[in-house]
């Protein structure tokens, strides 16, 4: 190498490490988070987050324990992010007054980018929410609540089917079976099928599994979604054969999109209305909807499909656990509903069961355990500087706070590891429901919270009313999660004998 050479190299060298060095001071000393403590190296890289994000298997979560109790109640995790461990501060950053956007880099993970999930622009948020919310209202829940029903007798008559051959029931599978097909049949008027597979294995379940780790990959280097969402479906199948349940699904829902686009009239031939009927509606042209096109109409179909199944099923399952853990909770939640339902053969809603007070406890309580959404849900400060728990905080910082951080929270609920429903029956329990965050709150909060309402009413209700379960070794390893938006459980499932109860 010639001297030249050799030193264009050393001066090149120098000058990428002296604007590193200068980057690096720059965040962690002159940066407008600079005050706020946490990890230097969090205020240095995204590479921080990312770590316990896909190396540490789903694990940030987790590890936002760990720094809020070293750096107290607002942590710089990020170069621009904060989180909040205060619960005041939920409500300031997604409370109704809140004109907070979403991230675009965690939202665009899912790969339905024309969802109203996935909106960041709040005025068409709001005017998609306006187009289908009247589908989840509680109107229109009440109304197809046959639906919800159908599926849930499905669950007790196959559960039932597992005495004969003293083998037990995965519970946990069951539960998601349950949901998965609840949120198709209502949602799109077809069926799933997961609840007749043998022992609830079904491979949309499994693609989900499968598939869900791979969202933070996603996040931290979109340049793989970019490849794997362009390559032909066999090549992807190819590459990961656990996602052939999830192409399966998008080539049935793309189907049924495809005959409602050649011919709208076949919207009238369904059995009950559809999402597609609310989307194919004609708009007034002030309203900021995209064009109707098969892509836009997929988005919305897998992001419905997607948020409506895991949730509910696990929360079902951590419900379940616990109430057939703890033999007092178990009794008098059995008691209540053999009180208000001598016959068990006889139809017994979801008007009827919300208004049973123990039931309501217990659902609450086993909200509160699952978390439903556990991954911190980022919002980006502005349009102006923003007062966030007392804190100021600069316009286009990143600001979020977990649900789970909310509902461990020992000051709002006592000893908050211990399952406990009579927490919500006490005479001043209805403070209590401003901080169950589990369909979060304000202007984004998830749509579909009226229908997981009826389908855990009617899950808890039917299972407990009609069924008797032993546990088979039940332990708290049957509802151990890691985080990958919603829970992912990494230990063995929920199992339990089943037999018809008596009476």
């Known amino acids: 190498m010639s001297n030249t050479s050799y030193n264009v190299l050393v001066t090149t060298c120098s000058s990428a490490l002296a604007f590193i060095a200068f980057w690096g001071v720059q965040r962690l ?236 009239t076949l919207l009238e031939n369904v059995e009950h209305e559809t999402i597609y009927h609310y989307l194919l509606t004609p708009q007034p042209e002030n309203h900021r909807l995209p064009p109707v096109s098969r892509t836009w109409l997929l988005d919305e179909g897998l992001y419905l499909r997607f948020a409506g199944s895991d949730t509910v099923g696990n929360v079902s399952t951590v419900g379940a656990y616990y109430i057939l853990s703890n033999p007092k909770i178990h009794a008098t939640l059995v008691e209540e509903l053999e009180d208000a339902w001598p016959d068990r053969d006889a139809i017994f809603g979801h008007d009827a069961l919300e208004k049973l007070p123990y039931l309501t406890a217990v659902i609450k309580e086993s909200l509160r355990m699952a978390h439903g959404v556990i991954t911190p849900l980022p919002r980006i400060v502005g349009p102006t500087d923003a007062e966030i728990s007392g804190e100021i905080v600069p316009a286009g910082t990143v600001v979020a706070m977990g649900a789970a951080v909310v509902h461990r929270n020992p000051g709002i609920f006592p000893e908050p590891e211990t399952f406990s429903p009579d927490r919500w029956l006490q005479p001043d329990s209805h403070e209590l429901d401003r901080y169950l965050v589990s369909f979060s709150k304000g202007p984004r909060s998830c749509l579909g919270i009226n229908l997981a309402w009826c389908e855990l009413y009617l899950i808890f209700g039917n299972v407990f009313r009609k069924l008797t379960l032993e546990p088979v070794d039940a332990t708290v390893n049957n509802i151990s999660f890691r985080e990958y938006f919603v829970g992912v459980h990494r230990g063995s499932h929920l199992q339990a004998h089943v037999k018809l109860r008596s009476s």
């Not at 956007?101 to 929410?129: G, I, N």
């Not at 199948?237 to 656990?242: I, N």
């Not at 793309?254 to 011919?263: N, P, T, Y």
């Open 29 to 264: 000393f002159f940066h407008p988070l600079s005050r706020f403590p946490g990890p230097p190296l969090a205020a240095l890289t995204l590479w921080y987050k990312a770590y316990y994000d896909i190396i540490m298997d789903g694990g940030w979560s987790t590890h936002l324990d760990y720094l809020h109790e070293k750096h107290g109640s607002v942590v710089r995790v990020a170069p621009n992010e904060l989180h909040f461990n205060d619960p005041h501060a939920y409500g300031d950053i997604y409370g109704s007054g809140s004109k907070f956007t979403k991230q675009p880099e965690l939202y665009s993970c899912f790969a339905t980018d024309l969802s109203v999930f996935a909106l960041f622009d709040m005025h068409e948020a709001l005017q998609r929410r306006n187009l289908i919310g009247p589908f989840f209202s509680r109107q229109a829940i009440m109304k197809l609540e046959n639906v919800v029903q159908t599926q849930v007798d499905t669950l007790i008559t196959r559960l039932l089917t597992h005495p004969p051959t003293k083998k037990p029931a995965n519970l946990d599978l069951a539960f998601r079976a349950t949901s998965l097909e609840v949120i198709t049949a209502y949602c799109f008027g077809i069926k799933a099928d997961p609840l007749v597979s043998e022992d609830f294995q079904n491979d949309i379940l499994s693609a989900m599994d499968a598939t869900l780790p791979m969202i933070w990959v996603f996040k931290h280097f979109p340049f793989i979604k970019f490849i794997l969402l362009n390559v032909p479906e066999w090549t992807a199948a190819y590459l990961k054969p656990s996602t052939l349940g999830i192409i399966e699904q998008r080539r049935q829902m793309g189907a049924q999109i495809d005959g409602f686009l050649k011919d709208p």
